[in-house]
């Protein structure tokens, strides 16, 4: 399929990048959209949200008045730009929506998933160990409490990774869209599989021709195809993401905060709670990518 993500279309390419690269937002303010009420937003609000996400796949939105532990704020932010199918994660709640904060000991088994502990996670796109039938398309972080210290994000654009990979040697996006670039072995439970290995690319396309990225910087519990481009690409894109890159943005979510995005790429930092700081953020994803208006420009390219 012809298009800037076509390796033999370079035309599409470079003027796609050319654009992109334009308009991406040079600081964290430039990301962010105060709402009145994330529940119901206003026609700009709604705008200015679609604005940064056509820029980014990623804005921050910021209300100061809503700052209930309640999970209609994230839901109900996300139906308004197509984010409805929700992945059932076998950690979630009950309504797929997981709350994110320090387990305490004795309390089951979350304090086994880095997630549900106060340590830095490396960078990676969410659900990377989800069948390519299952890939996390959008995500929303609503913070309902900051740690004390602690807990920020840096976010990239998977298109901005794409671009630097891409003009750096092409070769390395032909090896990261192999579907068996990566592999994630089963999780086991005793004995038993309780889920089955799964291997894919880094980089795919959706049937609406947006790019997919599926990564995690971690280096256990995860096997790249072993050959000189696998390990030529996937350190490229380390050095890319260790570097203090301008297209990497840092964030630090407070209260009523929330990261909208189509999946991009993001880490955290460590933090530490206190007893009025103990960290609390709702984690939505979903198989929608969120619905920009794109679909459009992307085939007229
Ligand atoms: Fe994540």
Redesign the pocket.
Known sequence: MAGPFDLADDVSYQRWRKNKLNAYPKHLEDLIVTVADPRNLTNDERNAILDRCRRANMAIYASTTHTAADKDLPRRMGEQFGLVALDQNFLADEDAISTLTVAEEGTGQRTDFI?YTNKP?RW?S?GYYNPPTRRICG?ILHCVQDAERGGENRLLDHEIAYILLRDENPDFIRALSEPDAMTIPPRMEGDAEARAAESGPVFSLLPNGALHMRYTARTKSIVWKNTPEMRAAVAALEKILASDSAYIIQARLKPGMGLICNNIL?D?TGFDDSPVHKRIVF?ARYLDRMQLGEESKTASL
């Open positions: 997630p996670i990676h969410d995500m993001h955290r984690r």
